[in-house]
């Protein structure tokens, strides 16, 4: 899977508090939740993030509640895929769960990008190209279990695969 | 072949296999799962997805409302009836409704759902609370619940294990909860990242249970996978006429294979306090000393239960709220509340000027009952000082245990308990 987007920057453990506040925590609906998105963080985020925009940031990514809210926002405000140099466990389950594509990146990317810059990326190969110049970072790629279950749009309907091979749908 | 430490050891019981490695991805079959009324919501919606007419069993799936309950506003009241309606349709055994209910990582514990060798997964990031009774438990999202309903299984990568040798005697004021923040100020909040936390040292051994579900409760904040105490005697006599069904407890190998071994002496250790916007700035209480605040919170899945309240009325007991001081004190289940009534606690509480709330997870993450003002600053015995974590952006908490907060609620600024008693 490909993608190419703009930057949007931000630093080191980004909590899912800061992802989307609890007083939102009231609705599952991904584009509802996406109005709320960072707004504590970045209050244009919300506003100004179109579909196929990159976020990036630095160590342990989403950390904090199990919210799968956090993802669902990013998902709903369109963003393409969420570049860091680690993820907190549960919101890196939770992004692969609900098919946000997300990638692991050298702990030095951050600071080396712009905000705004595009980059593209290659969720298979685990590469990511910046356009301006065609520099290009080598990623770790999803491990290939998860990547299926990205492949199958998220969990569900891996597990909908799953059942229906077995006969119980 | 080396040994296996107590986690590696439930996850190949659980995967029907010999031995199982870190960094192995296994298919385990899970004893119990647990959703609240912020993540079961998203559970549910998921689950409709799969069309199917039952859930894996009944019996083992738990569902809690405790989070934005009693209901707060309309939506909230629309989820808590999302999560009753689901619980009756599918026939859900452990669905506790307002006024049974309690914070679901103080209720199942005391219930007796929680076993030393069981699987645990919950959807919400505390529930690694349970492996302070020798359980693997660990928090997920709202897709993996779903799954998990469906299928009574869910994969996992096995965790390296960090071993936490606690040696000394704790001083007088000191708790699980400053043996946990310590411990998180030392490694950080990414220290523990994907690991399991084992604690254990002389003392731990000496630790009660409830100051042992404290430490396994932010094993999260550390970025642990799960947090554990092997079980002992402490253990076994808190399941004495608790547990609902026999078990098997299970124990780490001396031959063991651990990532990285820490090893602190708490013989000297002052009450811990986490300043904002993170769980690893902590700072000993004589760092923190007078230190405005607005608000306490006595309470939550962290520090709600009796032997912390016994502590804070100790301290509250004749004395006064500071006037410029909000105290809110939640009991964090029903049994506890009655109990904390029994021994006389509320009426300290009460007598003290302080708010008596029925269980919610409410304040600790803003949800309600408590929310704060642009400016604010709380002291709370919760779990996260996230900015805006309890409210506004511009609100502030400090995290502490009940001794501080209680003592700190009388004085209206931050102090060691020794001060105030």
Redesign the interface.
């Known amino acids: 899977m490909k993608l190419e987007g703009k930057v949007w920057l931000f630093g080191d ?1 980004v ?1 899912t ?2 992802i989307i ?3 939102y ?4 609906d991904p584009l509802e939740l996406a109005r709320h998105c960072l707004e ?1 963080l970045d209050a244009n985020f919300a506003r100004q993030v179109r579909p196929g925009d990159l976020v990036v940031a630095g ?2 990514f989403g ?7 956090a ?2 926002a990013l998902k709903g405000a369109g963003v393409g895929c969420i570049i860091a140099v ?1 993820f ?3 919101f890196y ?2 992004a692969v ?2 098919g946000l594509p997300i990638l692991e990146c050298p702990a030095e990317l951050p600071a080396q990008l712009s905000p705004g810059e595009r980059l593209q990326v290659d969720l298979d190969q685990g590469r990511i190209i910046r356009l301006a110049g065609g520099s290009e970072v080598k990623a770790s790629p999803l ?1 290939p ?1 998860m990547q299926e279950i990205l492949k199958h749009g ?3 309907e891996y ?2 695969a ?2 229906q091979n077995d006969g ?2 | 072949m080396p040994g296996q430490t107590m986690v590696e050891k439930i996850l190949a019981r659980g995967a029907g296999k010999e031995k199982v490695r870190p960094g192995d991805l296994v298919n385990v079959k899970v004893d119990l799962v647990l959703g609240n009324d912020v993540t079961a919501p998203v559970a549910i919606k998921e689950f409709a997805r799969l069309g199917l007419e039952r859930v894996f069993d009944p019996a083992r799936v738990v569902l809690v409302p405790d989070h934005f309950t009693p209901n707060r506003d309309i939506p909230s009241a629309e989820q808590a009836l999302a999560l009753r309606r689901f619980a009756s349709r599918y026939g859900i055994v452990h669905y506790y409704e307002v006024g049974r209910m309690g914070i679901e990582h103080a209720l199942l514990p005391e219930q007796g759902l929680v076993l030393p060798g069981q699987i645990i997964i919950g959807a919400d990031s505390h529930t690694c609370t349970y492996g302070a009774l020798g359980a693997f438990a660990t928090g997920v999202g709202s897709t993996d619940l779903a799954a998990a309903m469906a299928l009574g299984e869910l994969w996992f990568k096995v965790p390296p294990t960090l071993r936490f040798v606690y040696n000394g005697k704790m001083p007088k004021w000191v708790g699980g909860k400053d043996l946990i923040l310590y411990t998180i100020g030392a490694i950080g909040v990414e220290g523990a990242r994907y690991q399991a936390m084992e604690f254990c040292g002389p003392a731990i051994e000496a630790l009660p249970m409830d100051g042992r579900l404290t430490m396994a409760n932010m094993a999260i904040e550390a970025g642990g996978k799960c947090g554990y105490i092997q079980p002992d005697r402490i253990t076994f006599e808190y399941l004495e006429g608790r547990a609902k069904s026999s078990y098997e407890a299970v124990y780490s190998d001396s031959d063991a294979v651990y990532a990285e071994t820490y090893t602190f002496d708490v013989s000297s250790l002052e009450p811990q306090v986490a300043f904002p916007p993170s769980p690893e700035n902590v700072h000993p209480v004589s760092k923190a000393r007078g230190i405005r605040i607005d608000q306490v919170v006595i309470g939550s899945c962290t520090n709600g239960r009796l032997e912390d309240l016994r502590i804070a009325a100790a301290l509250l007991k004749g004395r006064k709220v500071n006037p410029r001081v909000r105290l809110l004190v939640i009991p964090a289940t029903q049994a506890i509340y009655r109990q904390a009534l029994a021994e006389g606690l509320l009426e300290i509480f009460i007598d003290a000027e302080a708010a008596v709330s029925t269980p919610t997870c409410g304040p600790c993450l803003g949800g309600h009952m408590g929310i704060l003002a642009g400016g604010e600053v709380a002291l709370a015995t919760t779990n996260r000082n996230f900015t805006g974590r309890m409210g506004h952006r511009d609100s502030q908490v400090y995290l502490c245990g009940p001794a501080v907060a209680a003592a700190s609620a009388v004085a209206g600024e931050i102090i060691h308990p020794e001060e105030v008693a």
Not at chain 1, 25 to 28: G, P
Request: net charge positive; glycine share 4%; charged share 25%.
């Open positions: 453990n909590d508090d800061a506040p609890a007083r925590l009231v609705t599952t504590d160590k342990n950390c904090g509640s199990s919210r799968e809210h993802p669902l680690s907190a466990r549960i389950r939770n769960n609900i491990p279990f998220g969990l569900i597990v909908q799953r059942l119980l749908l």
